[in-house]
């Protein structure tokens, strides 16, 4: 038996370590232990696969988007300021 | 610092230098390229757009008559979100909330994934971006507020964690493990819109299971009357 093999992660350690793996950081180590687990375990693949596409689409959507009212109602009031100060 | 940002940086800090050198009217480029951002952030801590706005009118008159406290040393934008982060913040601790309830039960909890479906392969096809784009919204405002400001500051603007971390006032570990909570919470709410639709083969697969599953357990009971 090859005893240098490193241990398997168990989901939960995994899953500790989602971020790592979006957000693609962490050692080159880390990151193939994830995706040996990941490799086999259709649950952690499905939820590692879904948060990383959930963090673009969150990205791309570009949320919440200034009211145009909003917006003319700050240059109204930094006009007295600007003006005025 | 990422080498696409050097650019915007430096118009920034070409706007700041003008302003402070008298031209007060360039303050309002800072304003345009900058508004959305700290509306954002300000909406984030707050949960609505009034107390957004108010803080965000607030954060521009503050930045506006502390620009000579900019040094330059970190990005505009860096600076310019802590102050908006710093406003929001104070504008919540005055409307003398209690501690929230997830604030305090931060820590022994950690939900676990609970759907295991794929996601549709492009969900902009099957909604359309403009519903996409709601369909974010209300899952990011339906986050208690900590895991709300976290995610908005990360995943929306963009921010590392370390700056995230500071203008938050908490340590990068406290905010990775925020992050991770509040991406966990928006993907099960998302997972309701976004996974595939199943396949009514894999339906009746399902069915025929628990079906010869049911029928088992009766004629276990039966066998053992």
């Known amino acids: 038996m090859n005893t240098t093999t490193t241990r398997m992660m168990s989901c939960k350690e995994v899953l500790a370590n989602l971020s790592t793996y979006v957000d693609e950081d962490g050692s080159a180590e880390l990151r193939h232990l994830l995706e040996e687990h990941i490799a086999w375990c259709r649950r952690c693949q499905v939820v590692f ?14 949320p919440f988007e200034i009211p145009l009212a909003v917006s003319a109602r700050l240059y109204a009031r930094l006009e007295t300021v600007l003006s005025g100060d | 610092m990422n080498p696409d940002e050097i650019g915007p940086g430096e118009e920034d800090l070409a706007f700041v230098q003008r302003v402070l050198a008298g031209d007060r009217r360039c303050f309002e480029p800072l304003v345009r390229r900058h508004e959305r951002r700290v509306f954002r952030v300000a909406l984030a801590v707050l949960g609505n757009i009034e107390d957004a706005e108010d803080a965000m009118q607030e954060v521009f008159i503050k930045a506006f008559r502390h620009l000579d406290q900019f040094r330059g040393e970190s990005r505009f934008t860096t600076w310019l979100t802590r102050i908006a982060v710093n406003e929001a913040l104070q504008k919540r601790q005055a409307r003398k909330e209690s501690v929230p309830l997830d604030e305090s039960r931060e820590a022994d909890e950690r939900p676990l994934p609970r759907r295991f479906e794929p996601w549709t392969a492009n969900p902009e096809q099957l909604y359309g971006q403009q519903e996409v784009r709601q369909l974010v919204e209300a899952a990011i405002q339906a986050l208690p507020s900590i895991y709300r400001e976290t995610l908005v500051l ?32 928006l993907r099960e709410t998302l997972g309701s819109a976004m996974e595939e639709p199943r396949p009514l083969g894999t339906k009746i697969v399902h069915s025929a299971v628990r079906m010869r599953n049911m029928m088992k357990v009766m004629l276990a009971r039966a066998a053992g009357r």
Request: proline share 0%; net charge neutral.
């Open chain 1, 49 to 62: 696969d879904t948060t990383g596409r959930m963090v673009k689409i969150v990205r791309d959507a570009e």
């Open chain 2, 154 to 185: 990360r995943d929306v603007e963009g921010m590392s964690a370390e700056e995230a971390a500071e203008a938050l006032g908490i340590k990068v570990e406290a905010l990775k493990s925020r992050l991770l909570r509040a991406r966990l919470m």
